[in-house]
């Protein structure tokens, strides 16, 4: 893989070393992200990443939103640079909430995938879209990437087995 940047959008409270570490907002409580910006406006140089993190962060935005999202990553990304995303999958969620599968907190591997984690009250942890691997990997391909592969989920132990989806992908062209 080309030399490059390797960006975490979305880190909130989960600062990573050896990462450039993005988020639209600094808390106090947590370790400054490098770059305070949103997630479809990063000052950052074309083509300079060639890896992009994202872990529960895509879902929070509307789905008319993503296709800005995604253009601005792309327009970060080297080619064949590598994407990662890891989020709540809609079908599972949904299934444990049929289920009554709830977790720690009785809500958290259903309502939560969903709506997000309510406890923090704050309107930027609130989901806005939900998907699955197979309606993402198709939303990516349509956008400029491909090899798209689901692997097993590293983040959120409460979500891993039971409400996550981690899928990897690769930006085409030049």
Not at 18 to 30: L, S, Y
Not at 44 to 52: N, R
Not at 86 to 95: G, R, S, Y
């Amino acid at each position: 893989m080309s030399t490059g940047i390797r960006l975490h959008v979305g880190c909130g409270r989960q600062y990573m070393e050896g990462w450039t570490n993005v988020d639209i907002v600094v808390n106090p409580q947590w370790k400054a992200p490098d770059i305070v910006a949103p997630a479809w406006d990063i000052p950052l140089p074309d083509k300079s990443v060639a890896e992009l993190l994202s872990v529960h962060s895509f879902e929070h935005f509307y789905r008319w939103e993503c296709d800005t999202v995604l253009a601005e990553w792309r327009r970060l990304m080297l080619p064949r640079a590598l994407l990662v995303l890891e989020m709540p999958d809609l079908l599972k969620f949904c299934k444990n909430v049929l289920e009554g599968r709830g977790g720690k907190h009785p809500d958290q591997l259903g309502l939560w995938g969903m709506y997000g984690d309510p406890r923090d009250r704050d309107p930027f942890m609130a989901h806005h879209w939900g998907w699955t691997f197979t309606t993402l990997a198709a939303f990516l391909e349509a956008n400029g990437f491909a090899d798209c592969v689901e692997e097993p989920t590293q983040w959120h132990a409460s979500g891993k087995e039971h409400r996550d989806f981690r899928l990897t992908a690769r930006r085409t062209g030049k």
